[in-house]
């Protein structure tokens, strides 16, 4: 009776775990042994798209950095400025830090944005700074104020009195007439007739007595910090 119990007993065991593959196949992919068999695999997917994921967001970035680059790059470029009745040619300075030769500039701009040698530069609209001495085909070299024993007439004042600017790490004014005296802080303006009448040089400064006693001198104070000008405005 026993015997015929556990036989029985076996046989619905062994009908439902038959039932468990044929009936209930879910149950048992679901069970916990597969999905242990299958960590290593969706370990590995889950890198593969993390890292994908990564490689996507760094070439975002650097297309983001890419198109800020062209942009700049865009916006530094030469081009034309109108104020009033002229028109002006805007062209970036190139960097010689930490040289400090004042004495001629180059600017990103030439022959083909048709910048010619003899051509009037000015640090803004209005006050003078220097002009092209030598043109390639995107650049130029502009000599300014400050290079040494440049000579050119100005004015003083609401009188114009006359003198002789000369250039130099310390821009001067000299053979000024003691007849007419001057102060410190009066306007300078270019006389030259090779460029426009009345352009701003800059302002006295210190006056002393020149080397012959019937003239006086001056200093040339610019009214910016040459060191700062990142760009220039050529005469068109």
């Not at 070299?141 to 003198?163: C, F, N, Q």
């Not at 002393?208 to 700062?228: I, K, R, V, W």
């Amino acid at each position: 009776m026993r015997r015929s119990i556990l036989i029985i007993i076996v046989i619905f065991a062994g009908l439902f775990i038959l039932g468990q593959f044929l009936f209930v196949p879910k149950t048992f992919i679901n069970s916990t042994v597969i999905q242990a068999l299958l960590i290593p695999r969706t370990l590995t997917q889950y890198l593969f798209n993390n890292q994908s994921l990564s490689t996507q967001l760094n070439n975002a970035q650097l297309e983001n950095q890419s198109l800020r680059a062209q942009l700049i790059s865009a916006e530094s470029r030469p081009g034309i400025v109108k104020e009033e009745k002229q028109k002006y040619l805007q062209a970036p300075i190139y960097s010689v830090y930490p040289l400090n030769d004042s004495g001629q500039l180059i600017v990103a701009a030439g022959s083909a944005e048709a910048v010619s040698v003899g051509m009037v530069v000015v640090a803004r609209p209005g006050i003078f700074l220097g002009e092209v001495t030598e043109v390639y085909e995107h650049q130029s070299k502009i000599r300014t104020l400050y290079d040494p024993d440049w000579e050119l007439s100005a004015r003083i004042g609401e009188g114009k009195i006359d003198s002789l600017f000369v250039g130099g790490r310390q821009p001067r004014l000299t053979l000024i007439s003691r007849k007419k005296p001057i102060t410190s802080g009066q306007e300078v303006i270019l006389a030259n007739k090779k460029y426009p009448y009345g352009l701003l040089l800059g302002f006295t400064g210190a006056v002393s007595s020149g080397s012959q006693s019937l003239f006086d001198e001056a200093t040339l104070e610019a009214p910016y910090t040459f060191s700062e000008l990142q760009e220039v405005f050529i005469i068109q």
